[in-house]
Structure formats: structure tokens, C-alpha cells
């Protein structure tokens, strides 16, 4: 996304920090490093930094599954980005991938394969509530998802 997308941050959790080197580097991208058990507090910090990152024409990349799910299991869907697009008033660009056929979650060792990515319409937040945004991405996300979805077996799919 670092290619097709402008100059961007992530929000993630703090702990990628902490990693030696993988994490040193990461911190030089300045994302939004939040401790996702702080409830509100990181809702906070993801508004206020975001809103920053915004101003100065950043795009700020949320996954609001919060990590890598499984192909076919479904995760709720976490309000930070819906909320941070409601207070701040820009609009959302979803994405769906299907990386999690590849690189499992807790997994190191990454299947060959094709990953897809689609980009979405945006979604004009002016007006509505973190839950309408919210419930928008996530249906156009899973529906988009269930479309892209490739049977991981076939290497015809697969490749293609």
C-alpha cells in the first residue's frame, strides 16, 4: 500500500514497537501506536493523532479487524477509524485484501499465492455516525471479500 497509496501512517499496536529492529524501523514512520487495551483512551489518541496526521496530508490506514482473520471467520469491527473519520469529517477509502490466505495470523511462513487488493469507493462521512461509517466499510469490506476469496487449493485461482 506504501506504492499505490499517498504518504501514509498506521495504526497499530504499540507492542510492533518493541520488536528489535523490525520495530526501530517502524517507529521512523511515525505511526499512531496505540495499546489496544486502553478502551476510549485509545480511541482518544487515534482521533488526536489522526486528526495531526490528517492536517498535514497524511492517510491514516486503519485495519478495523484489528489484526489478520482467518479466510471465511469474521472479526468485529473496531470503531477508532469510524470515529476518527466521523469527529475529523474526511472521507473513508476501504480496502480489502486477501493477505490472510497467505500469512496466517500468528503464523511466520507466508503460502505462495496471488495477493488481492481492491479499493473501494469512498465513503462521504459528513453527517453520519462512527456506527453508520462503520456498518458502510464493513458491508462493502465483506461483501468485496466474499468476492475476491480464491479457494487456495486450486492453482488455477490461485495464481490468476
Given at each position: 500500500?506504501?506504492?499505490?497509496?499517498?504518504?501514509?501512517?498506521?495504526?497499530?499496536?504499540?507492542?510492533?514497537?518493541?520488536?528489535?529492529?523490525?520495530?526501530?524501523?517502524?517507529?521512523?514512520?511515525?505511526?499512531?501506536?496505540?495499546?489496544?487495551?486502553?478502551?476510549?483512551?485509545?480511541?482518544?489518541?487515534?482521533?488526536?493523532?489522526?486528526?495531526?496526521?490528517?492536517?498535514?496530508?497524511?492517510?491514516?490506514?486503519?485495519?478495523?479487524?484489528?489484526?489478520?482473520?482467518?479466510?471465511?471467520?469474521?472479526?468485529?469491527?473496531?470503531?477508532?477509524?469510524?470515529?476518527?473519520?466521523?469527529?475529523?469529517?474526511?472521507?473513508?477509502?476501504?480496502?480489502?485484501?486477501?493477505?490472510?490466505?497467505?500469512?496466517?495470523?500468528?503464523?511466520?511462513?507466508?503460502?505462495?499465492?496471488?495477493?488481492?487488493?481492491?479499493?473501494?469507493?469512498?465513503?462521504?462521512?459528513?453527517?453520519?455516525s462512527a456506527q453508520q461509517i462503520n456498518?458502510?466499510?464493513?458491508?462493502?469490506?465483506e461483501g468485496t471479500m466474499a468476492r475476491?476469496?480464491?479457494?487456495?487449493?486450486?492453482?488455477?485461482?490461485?495464481?490468476?
Amino acid at each position: 500500500m506504501q506504492v499505490l497509496l499517498p504518504p501514509q501512517v498506521w495504526v497499530l499496536k504499540r507492542e510492533l514497537l518493541w520488536v528489535p529492529v523490525f520495530g526501530w524501523g517502524l517507529a521512523l514512520c511515525r505511526p499512531i501506536a496505540i495499546d489496544r487495551g486502553a478502551g476510549r483512551k485509545a480511541i482518544g489518541q487515534i482521533v488526536e493523532q489522526g486528526i495531526e496526521r490528517l492536517r498535514k496530508g497524511l492517510w491514516v490506514i486503519i485495519f478495523p479487524e484489528g489484526t489478520r482473520v482467518a479466510p471465511g471467520q469474521r472479526k468485529r469491527y473496531g470503531v477508532g477509524g469510524a470515529v476518527l473519520a466521523e469527529q475529523s469529517g474526511y472521507p473513508v477509502l476501504p480496502i480489502a485484501h486477501n493477505a490472510g490466505e497467505f500469512w496466517g495470523r500468528r503464523q511466520f511462513i507466508k503460502r505462495p499465492g496471488t495477493v488481492r487488493l481492491v479499493f473501494g469507493p469512498l465513503i462521504d462521512t459528513r453527517g453520519k455516525s462512527a456506527q453508520q461509517i462503520n456498518a458502510e466499510a464493513e458491508a462493502w469490506i465483506e461483501g468485496t471479500m466474499a468476492r475476491i476469496s480464491t479457494d487456495i487449493s486450486d492453482p488455477i485461482s490461485r495464481n490468476s
